[in-house]
């Protein structure tokens, strides 16, 4: 149960003013519910505003704020054309304010004709005339007084502005109270760290490294305890020996023999598997390095040992793909194998539910489905958990707790993280490295092309299906655009089938998942030749006859998302091309990347440049693409600090490993604040 002095922090946002159902939406998108979380939704950067008696006083490119009339209305009759308000300065001075998308009915509430408003924003020169894009109404409460204003600009998602959100982060941050201290009081007199409500509250004024670092610290902390206590709780736990006695395993076909890295990872597996306390492996393998014959092979381990083993799939596409996978592979064990995902429903899930419980059905891969409260296993004694970088590994490993012994875990993993980021994200799980790739693959060839060359690109399509090969095509989607890249991903599946015909397909991670499976489908049973996505292919889909991937705007993805991507392609013997598209307007980071993933593919090469890239400058350090399970920390926070966290961690439980002391309970509070409060559960059970 969460302390209840946290209660306040855990509030739903409801009650703030300004949160009514019309925020909610775009709120929710940005996983802002809570006063926690909006406290906890720090800014970007700030910016320094000027305020200004007259417009021609303020320089092209300034950030101002201003006193306006509104005086005429113009455009925004189509989606195309932006919606401008003419307005004028006290001196008579005229400027547009400009709206595009559909922000034009909101843009006339805020702004009435012939009522004065203040403004801020960047001042712009278009043409003869000033304008200013996207302009904020903010309060006139003594703005003309100050002079010089500061303002937080925080991350957004679409139907919210700066003025908005701002406004329910303030009232947000009126419930800041103090807490007890959980840092170690000598490394936070180091460090000249704030208190935590104070480090809070300077975070969201202004440029303040040090309460920053804090608050990331903070998350780091609870992330390197929460795993150290799994972990712990791991060693305690009592687990299941599995010998196999190999009767299954040489019944397998497999179409080709293992790569050295593959023997070395089941022979690693088998000998964690006849200890009494539970496996906690990760096997680390690029795209394509073989993953899922080593996940077979340790499954039936289980199996031969009279026991039953699951694998857990992040999507429903996945799932169904292993499922289909396993089940060829099994044919001449005579293994039984299920799919299970929260799409079964009636019938064929009561018999499922009954062959698990019964033990008749000895294998199941499905979604996490698989961990509902109403699925018994008669002796589940090996997870495998695929591709669970976009989970915390922890939350993951508590799922598979819950049995009367705990289960031994291996968790699969293509993202070829940092070493820091590995202590991050999995702490001190023991370790397999597929290095290896299976023979006769052959290297992507890899071009940047500019996004203008579209119709070379389409000719390039052209012959490509002529040899009966088939492609991907990827448009980027992030969450701070999602309605206008949905569009362009469907205009351009428009555009593309005017070209191709109807078997080009649409994929992306707003369709409902039967139409996503048909789609899917198609493309697997070489029915359609084009695959249009948006990134919801980038983990698992195995699709040896699609030789080509065209990735648009290549500049906005990460580069190991990239090599994701690209790692669907070149899974044939067949030689495979990837097009990055890129915008005309590159900055030399976004150059030096792509130029990157031409040169080359290795995977952990890629990874360790790529935080280099990004992690460089930026006072307040960059925001997280989702692939760390950090929201505070930035990736330069990381490298700097979870190496102290980590040890901080490590001190905490060798004198307090119960958290029973004063800085034990402080701990505890830390936890449920990041929630990773099922390292506080793993402690009562223990
Ligand atoms: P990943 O590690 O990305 O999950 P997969 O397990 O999907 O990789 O394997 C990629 C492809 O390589 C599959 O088509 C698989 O059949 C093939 N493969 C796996 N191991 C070998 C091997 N030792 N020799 C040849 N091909 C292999
Ligand atoms: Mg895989």
Redesign the pocket.
Same mark, same amino acid.
């Given at each position: 149960m969460r302390p209840d002095r946290l209660n306040p922090l855990f509030a739903s946002a409801d009650g703030l003013k300004g949160v009514g159902p019309g925020l909610s939406r775009p709120l929710e998108k940005l996983g802002l519910t809570r006063i926690r979380d909006f406290l906890y939704h720090l800014p970007d950067r700030f910016v320094s505003r000027r305020v200004l008696p007259a417009l021609d006083e303020g320089a092209v490119g300034e950030q101002i704020i201003i006193e306006l009339t509104p005086v005429e209305y113009r455009g925004g009759g189509s989606p195309r054309t932006p919606f401008r308000i003419m307005a004028r300065d006290g001196a008579g001075n005229l400027c547009a304010l400009v709206f595009f998308g559909r922000n034009a009915g909101w843009a006339r509430k805020q702004l009435p004709l012939e009522e004065s408003r203040w403004i801020a924003g960047r001042l712009d020169q278009f043409g003869q005339s000033l304008q200013i894009v996207h302009p904020e109404t903010i309060g006139s409460d003594g703005a003309a007084a100050m002079g010089k204003v500061v303002e937080p600009v925080y991350p957004l998602s679409e139907g919210l502005t700066q003025g908005r959100l701002g406004a329910v982060i303030a009232q947000a941050l009126t419930h800041v109270t103090e807490l007890p201290e959980w840092i170690e009081p000598s490394l936070k007199k180091r460090e000249g760290w704030p208190d935590w409500h104070e480090a809070m509250l300077a975070a969201h004024k202004g440029e303040d490294g040090k309460a920053r670092d804090r608050l990331a610290y903070d998350e780091l902390l609870a992330n390197s305890l929460a795993l150290m206590l799994v972990r712990a709780s791991n060693r305690r736990a009592a687990g299941q020996v599995l010998r196999g006695d190999g009767r299954l395993r040489s019944r397998l076909s497999? %179409?080709? !023999?293992?790569?050295g890295a593959?023997a070395r990872a089941i022979a690693e597996i088998e000998g964690d598997l006849l200890q009494p306390s539970p496996m906690l492996r990760l096997l680390q393998? +690029?795209? &394509?390095? =073989?993953?899922?014959?080593? !996940?077979l092979e340790s499954m039936l381990i289980a199996v031969e040992a009279g026991a039953q083993a699951a694998l857990l799939a992040p999507t429903e596409i996945l799932a169904r793909q292993h499922f289909e996978?396993l089940r060829r592979m099994l044919a001449p064990t005579g293994v039984t194998i299920a799919l299970l995902t929260g799409r079964d429903k009636g019938k064929a899930r009561e018999g499922i539910l009954m062959g698990l419980m019964d033990g008749s059905i000895q294998m199941v891969v499905g979604t996490h489905a698989i961990f509902q409260d109403a699925v018994v296993y008669k002796d589940l004694a090996l997870v495998v958990i +695929?591709?669970q970088h976009r989970f915390g590994v922890g939350q993951r490993l508590m799922l598979t707790q819950k049995g009367r012994r705990t289960p031994h875990c291996l968790a699969?993993t293509?993202t070829p993280i940092p070493r820091t980021l590995t202590l991050a994200q999995y702490g001190e799980m023991d370790v397999s490295r597929?290095d290896e790739l $299976? $023979? &006769?693959r052959q290297a992507i060839d890899t071009r940047v092309v500019a996004q203008e060359r579209l119709g070379d690109v389409a000719a390039a399509l052209r012959r490509h299906f002529e040899t009966g090969q088939q492609a991907y095509w990827v448009c980027p989607m992030v969450r701070e655009s999602e309605t206008a890249d949905l569009a362009a991903a469907e205009a351009r599946h428009a555009d593309l089938a005017a070209i191709f015909g109807d078997d080009v397909v649409l994929v992306h991670g707003q369709m409902k998942p039967e139409a996503k499976d048909a789609a899917m489908e198609r493309f697997s049973r070489n029915e359609a030749k084009l695959l249009v996505a948006t990134t919801v292919i980038e983990v =698992?889909v +195995?699709v %040896?006859n699609a030789t080509l991937m065209v990735i648009e705007q290549a500049e906005r993805f990460g580069l190991a998302q990239l090599h994701q991507l690209r =790692?669907r392609v070149g899974? =044939?013997s067949e030689k495979s091309v990837c097009l990055l598209l890129r915008g005309d307007t590159l900055s030399e980071v976004a150059r030096e990347r792509l130029a990157l993933m031409r040169e080359t593919q290795d995977g952990f090469r890629l990874a360790e440049e790529d935080l280099r890239l990004r992690g460089g400058g930026e006072l307040l350090g960059t925001r997280q693409s989702g692939d760390t399970p950090f929201r505070v920390a930035s990736l330069e926070q990381i490298q700097r600090l979870l190496p102290l966290a980590h040890d901080d961690a490590r001190l905490l439980m060798e004198r307090d490993g119960g958290l029973v002391g004063d800085r034990g309970e402080a701990a505890r509070l830390l936890l449920y604040l990041f929630e990773r409060d099922w390292g506080v559960q793993l402690l009562r059970g223990g």
């Open positions: 497999l %179409p080709f !023999a293992l790569t593959q393998g +690029d795209v &394509g390095s =073989g993953k899922t014959v080593v !996940a996978t +695929d591709e699969m293509a597929l $299976p $023979p &006769g =698992g +195995d %040896p =790692g899974r =044939g």
